[in-house]
């Protein structure tokens, strides 16, 4: 009372904006929100592409997006991306791995454990360390498969095709078939890297009547188109296409470029082969 006599005012607290704190949440939750609609139309046009059902993932994205494109990345994207561990995460995480065999090359010194030796050091891309490894496995045996065609990959690795070349020779006297084909395809790629391409594309074109692996059926087809035999390379690029369009969808994923591939040779190839 005395004070209002007094004439005395309290003090009005004037209207404030919203705090920077404010702010920051509501970027955060629009930032979040583009990033999320970005994605969910990346699932959604991948599901389109590639699935055979599409119209169920379409629907399930569509009346569900959040929980629709997470279940679709997990359940189809991620296993179909044949996606790896990173090399120097397997360094740290086998590092313990990695001394045991080291042990074991030094303590029993078989063939067989500088192969494993090397293996764990070439899936690690430790490139040279591995080929030391198999260098001393095949002192040990100069007939061992494995040892061979590990130095074979990681000659391959370092673009060293006369190598390449050395390693497989032997492989492919012996067992024609080794890997599934794959000796037979890197000494078939190794022929045409070191220039001898008349044996490359002859390696090749028995290694495809055998096995239809679509990157060694377009590496064919672009020889041929290199020879000017624009018949063959159409024939086989078209081959690539077909073959992986009639696979499993993850399998045709996979392979995807070579698809791609395929197709812009046969845009270069002229009209009318």
């Not at 002859?202 to 590496?219: D, G, M, T």
Request: aromatic letters at 12%.
């Amino acid at each position: 009372m005395l004070l209002a006599q007094r004439g005395h005012r309290f003090p009005v607290a004037e209207p404030q904006g919203p705090s920077w704190v404010f702010w920051l949440m509501m970027w955060g939750i629009a930032f979040v929100g583009l990033a999320y609609s970005a994605f969910w139309v990346w699932m959604l046009i991948h599901s389109l592409r590639f699935e055979p059902d599409k119209t169920f993932w379409l629907w399930l994205m569509i009346v569900a997006p959040f929980p629709g494109a997470m279940v679709y990345l997990v359940a189809r994207v991620i296993p179909a991306a044949d996606w790896h561990t990173p090399v120097w995460l397997q360094r740290f995480t086998r590092s313990r791995e990695l001394a045991q065999l080291a042990s074991a090359t030094e303590m029993i010194g078989n063939a067989h454990q500088f192969v494993q030796y090397g293996d764990a050091l070439r899936e690690t891309a430790q490139w040279s360390q591995a080929a030391t490894a198999y260098e001393n496995a095949l002192r040990k045996d100069p007939t061992s498969l494995p040892a061979l065609w590990g130095a074979a990959l990681v000659a391959r690795q370092q673009r060293k095709w006369d190598d390449v070349l050395r390693f497989c020779r032997p492989i492919l006297d012996r067992d024609p078939q080794y890997r599934f084909g794959d000796a037979s395809f890197a000494y078939g790629s190794a022929l045409l890297e070191t220039g001898d391409t008349a044996g490359g594309r002859a390696h090749l074109e028995k290694h495809c009547q055998r096995w239809r692996n679509p990157e060694a059926v377009y590496r064919l087809a672009e020889r041929c188109a290199a020879d000017g035999d624009a018949a063959a390379a159409k024939q086989y690029a078209m081959d690539v296409i077909r073959d992986i369009n009639s696979s499993p969808s993850a399998i045709a994923r996979k392979h995807g470029r070579w698809k791609s591939l395929a197709r812009k040779l046969l845009n270069r190839l002229p009209k009318g082969t």
